[in-house]
Structure formats: C-alpha cells, structure tokens
C-alpha cells in the first residue's frame, strides 16, 4: 500500500513534502481552493523543484475555476519540471466553488473538460467550445522542450455519487475518496467496483485513495485533546459545512445528529444573510474557528476522523488496504506538520 500526505497549497508546503519523501511517502497531494489559500500550480511547481522522487498530485482541481487549455498548459509546465511525477486529480467542486457560493459543476460539463484536456496533453488537435462557437486547438510547438507531453499525466477523480463513480470507471486511472469510517469507504469502493464491472474493466485495474485527516492519540489521550482538536478538528466542522450546504443522503449516526441540528442553528446567525458562506468556510479544512470548537466533542471527532491510537489506526488501514484501497492519505494542517513523523511510524507497522 502507499501512503500519502495532503496540504493545503501554501508556498512553503515543499518544505513539508521534501521532508515526506525522506521518510518514505509515495505522495503529496495539494488542494485547490483560490480563496482560501495560495495558488495550488504555483505550490506544486516549488514542490518539484524542490523534491526528486514523490508523486505530486491535485487533490483536487476544479475545472470550472480554469479553462482547459490552461489547466492542459499547467499540467504540462508541472510535467516538465518533475516529468512522470505530476497526477490530474479533478472534481465537480466542494471548498473551491462554495467558498464563492456556488455549488458543484455539471458532471456532463466535467467529462466534456476533462475530454479536451487529456486530448491535448496527448498531442491532439481537439476541438474546443467556447463564447458560443467550437475552435480547433491543439499545443503549437511541444517539440521546442518548453513543456512536457512525453510523460503521461493519469487522471484520477473524486467521485462521490453513481453517476461520478461511473464516469470515473469509465476513463479515470484513479478515484479519490474522504473516509472517515472504514465501513463506509468499503462500501464505496464496493460501488465503484460494481461500476466498473458495468464499464467493462477490471475494478483492480483502477488506483483508489482515501483520504483523511486525524490525530496519532497517546495512550490515554482524548480524541478531544488539544492537540487532536488542531490536527483532526478541522475534518469534523467540515463534514458540518457540507451537510448544512448540501443534502448527501447520509444516513447520520447518534454522535453526529444532534451536532448536525446545534450546527444549522449557528449558521443561521451567520451574516451577511445572503452570503452566509463567507463566514462558514473561513479556514474550512485548514483550521477550527473559536464558535466551532463547542462542537468538537471527543464522540464527534472519533467519528469523523482517523483519530485513536496508532495500534487502532493500523487496523483501520490494513481493512482498506484488504478492501481494496492503493493509498491512504493522510492531510496535516498548517501549524501541526510535524504531525508527520507520528502517521509515518503508523505506517511503517502497516
């Protein structure tokens, strides 16, 4: 199994995935979200100048926020600069859209993007629409050695629902998932499987990652312990911001109802009133704001995290390593990355 890291894009990030490669990890993954945090291609070209041998991946990019001759562009100028090393994660939007307000892109404008994208990294002429009309594009000179097409760029897709799973089965090298509870992301990788048994393809034949934030917990330290409320806090406010924004189908768990209703009444108070977004995403996945921190109950952060001892989080990615999973990934939080030397001791017993 390979282990990752994931950042939010930050111009000192290399540092961090410098040091990750030096223990070991296979990965780093970089998040897209413009108003929140530096420019995603600007960390990702400081990483691989600054790294030889980890894989370098978006985690995700949101087409909607980049037209695909530039993200094509991007992907290519990345590739030249640590050539093999660079992955085109995407999907239709969570933090990168609702932080503007918006909600997740069309799944048929996805598969139409993602179509002109990997057309012209493989050299193609692809017809390509925009205001109103289809132009014929293709890169004009490759050959001059100014990017890098020789090197394939795989694509690798967070997908969530049936009708995404079943894209993904359908072109992507790879799906993305966040798990919080084993079961559930077993049940997910179920689903895909089904997926791409109906699309022809072996299920094996397609890299899943999980994703996760969590604490490595000393014996006899609480899930609610100072130092799990900055490491994994963070994943359990979210899992509250995309129930409020969106209706998932969760079935949700007792540790998680009530914390759900006393959360949507916070929001309520939030202003401006007709942008109640502005306040809830501020440091989404990358910190916990002081009015959140009430609701980091220890049951609450056990339950949406990776966070226990490190003899417990073992076991938990060795089931979905067994169940199917290439990768577990495990996101640190700015301030808390010296979390990274717990999760490679974690993985090293794995």
Request: with cysteine; charged share 25%; hydrophobic share 45%.
């Amino acid at each position: 199994m390979d282990f990752g890291i994931a950042l939010a894009s930050n111009v000192d990030a290399w540092k961090t995935v410098k040091r990750a490669e030096e223990l070991g990890f296979s990965h780093a993954w970089f998040y897209d979200s413009q108003m929140l945090v530096p420019d995603i291609l600007v960390t990702m070209a400081l990483a691989a100048d600054k790294t030889s041998k980890i894989k370098l991946g978006m985690g995700v990019m949101v087409p909607t926020n980049r037209i695909a001759p530039v993200a094509a562009n991007a992907l290519a100028s990345l590739n030249k600069l640590a050539p093999g090393r660079i992955i085109f994660g995407v999907g239709t939007g969570f933090t990168a859209r609702n932080t503007m307000g918006l909600g997740p892109m069309r799944l048929s404008e996805l598969r139409e993007y993602l179509r002109v994208v990997r057309r012209l990294l493989a050299g193609e002429t692809v017809e390509w629409e925009t205001e109103g009309a289809r132009h014929k594009i293709r890169f004009l000179n490759p050959e001059a050695g100014m990017i890098n097409i020789s090197d394939r760029i795989p694509l690798h897709i967070s997908a969530f629902a049936p009708k995404a799973r079943k894209l993904t089965a359908e072109i992507a090298d790879g799906w993305m998932t966040f798990s919080a509870q084993v079961p559930r992301a077993l049940h997910e990788a179920g689903e895909l499987a089904k997926s791409c048994r109906e699309s022809g393809r072996a299920a094996e034949s397609l890299y899943r990652t999980a994703f996760a934030l969590g604490c490595v917990l000393a014996d006899g330290e609480s899930a609610a312990s100072p130092r799990a409320k900055a490491q994994a806090g963070p994943m359990s406010v979210v899992f509250l911001h995309g129930l409020v924004e969106a209706s998932l189908g969760l079935q949700l768990s007792p540790e998680i109802a009530p914390v759900l209703d006393a959360y949507r009444k916070q929001y309520a108070t939030y202003e401006p009133a007709d942008a109640r977004y502005l306040q809830m995403h501020k440091m989404h996945l990358i910190g916990v704001r002081p009015e959140e921190e009430k609701f980091l109950t220890p049951e609450f952060i056990a339950a949406t995290t990776f966070t226990a001892t490190a003899t417990e989080l073992r076991e938990r990615i060795r089931a979905l390593r067994d169940g199917g999973f290439n990768q577990f990934v495990i996101q640190l939080v700015p301030g808390s990355e010296s979390a990274l030397d717990d999760w490679a001791r974690v993985f090293d017993g794995v």
